[in-house]
């Protein structure tokens, strides 16, 4: 774990540096929590602290708004949201929605990223935030560069670089992410052809229908993506662990031989 990630989610802020954090003004902060779309914050003496959890779900409550949810429906999601979740769970949601809030990025010049990420960026860090598609420059000749920024991923995409992410490597993953999303493109698309379309067909479906309807399925398949990341990755993790456990074994034996 990185040192930036160790603070970050050791964190804590007065309401006025939340607000200076987040974006978000004070007044919308204080009403947020009495209609139970933020958790009240903890008390340090007579001051209020608020955590980065805090900081995280204010992040995901603009992005949604930006986006045209109301109250209701964001308080909703974030009510699927463990009470107890780490920064990382919450930030886990905005990228289960990131297919569909990154079509309308908001958009940042390099001051503003710095100030939202909470530190200056260098060259390689703007490199990696674009293979990962959180950002994109607007124009490479407009002076000052100005980004379309996916927020929802920002922080995510930082805390991936402090964990050590390259340039070369950000960039292997995009093109082993791209290639996979091809692929599985293809493959639904000759499903949807071969077996859906005939039906579609059949009941004098309008083009707008048929949107309709892949705009339906697309939160399924991309909850059932997210399903078969988990189950795969639990399943690393489980190899990763016997593996480790057989070579403590192994050690513990060359040092205590049986006799």
């Known amino acids: ?137 607007l124009s490479e000749d407009a002076e000052p560069a100005r980004y379309a920024v996916a927020t929802a991923l920002l922080s995510i995409g930082v805390d991936l670089i402090d964990f050590g992410l390259t340039p070369t490597t950000s960039a292997e993953i995009t093109k082993a992410i791209e290639t996979a999303g091809q692929r599985l493109t293809a493959d639904l698309e000759e499903t949807y052809s071969r077996m859906l379309k005939p039906r579609l067909a059949d009941q004098n479906m309008t083009d707008s229908d048929v949107e309709r309807f892949v705009s339906l399925f697309k939160p399924v398949s991309i909850a059932a993506l997210a399903r078969s990341y988990e189950h795969a990755l639990g399943a690393l993790r489980q190899r990763e662990s016997e593996a480790a456990q057989t070579r403590l074994q192994a050690r513990a034996q060359a040092h205590h031989p049986a006799t």
């Open 1 to 137: 774990m990185s040192e930036r990630h160790g603070e970050e989610q050791q964190a804590t802020f007065g309401l006025a540096e939340l607000a200076e954090r987040s974006g978000v003004a004070v007044r919308n902060i204080r009403f947020y929590t009495t209609q139970g779309l933020l958790a009240a914050p903890g008390k340090h003496g007579r001051r209020a602290v608020y955590t980065s959890q805090h900081l995280v779900t204010l992040e995901l409550i603009a992005e949604l708004q930006g986006h045209g949810f109301g109250l209701a429906a964001i308080k909703e999601h974030l009510h699927r949201i463990p009470v107890d979740a780490s920064v990382t769970s919450i930030a886990m949601h905005s990228t289960m929605l990131a297919p569909w809030l990154a079509n309308r990025p908001a958009t940042m010049t390099r001051a503003e990223l710095d100030t939202r990420t909470d530190r200056p960026l260098t060259d390689d860090d703007l490199t990696m935030l674009k293979h990962l598609g959180v950002i994109h420059r």
